[in-house]
């Protein structure tokens, strides 16, 4: 970032580099969330085969009576093991969050760092910054006619504009 043409070209790409890492991160996540997701709609078919299997294999009204706590305690554990792989997403997610805003802090100093030697230096803009400028100045100094400026004026700002370029 010390040469003198990236320093504003820095601070352009700087919030599309930030924005880019943050839908990356939040695309890994919503990945992850799926897999997860994916996991327990497996595990609960798993679990539909393994119900009907023992249903069919009830030879009397005893066995059947034990089904339903089997089928609870299989459902509980499910679930716990699915909240536990929801929460271990949510811990990676926060963990990742913290380090994207630590390398944007990081980022945004560095940035901030390179303008301020680029200020200390007395060397002019560059050529292309400076064709960028006069650009917006002429566009900024240019007024439509019939727009209640004086017409003198606005054709000398014009002629200015044109024979600047």
């Known amino acids: 970032m010390a040469d003198q043409t990236n320093v504003p070209l820095d601070f352009l790409t700087f919030n599309y580099e930030v924005g880019l890492r943050a839908l990356t991160l939040l695309q890994e996540s919503r990945q992850r969330f799926l897999e997860v997701q994916l996991d327990a709609i497996r595990k609960d078919i798993k679990t539909s085969h393994e119900a009907s299997a023992q249903l069919a294999?009830?030879?009397?009204?005893?066995?059947?009576a034990t089904l339903p706590a089997a089928f609870l305690?299989?459902?509980?554990?499910?679930?716990a093991e699915t909240m536990q792989a929801w929460m271990s997403l949510a811990i990676h997610n926060q963990s990742a969050m913290v380090e994207q805003m630590r390398e944007t802090?990081?980022?945004?100093?560095?940035?901030?760092?390179?303008?301020l030697q680029q200020a200390g230096n007395a060397s002019p803009l560059?050529?292309?910054m400076q064709d960028i400028f006069e650009k917006f100045r002429q566009a900024a100094a240019w007024t439509p006619a019939g727009s209640g400026a004086d017409d003198s004026t606005a054709a000398t700002t014009r002629k200015r504009a044109v024979h600047a370029s």
């Open 57 to 64: 294999k009830a030879s009397d009204f005893a066995a059947l």
């Open 73 to 79: 305690r299989n459902a509980a554990e499910q679930c």
């Open 105 to 115: 802090g990081e980022s945004w100093q560095r940035c901030q760092a390179a303008t």
């Open 126 to 128: 560059s050529a292309p």
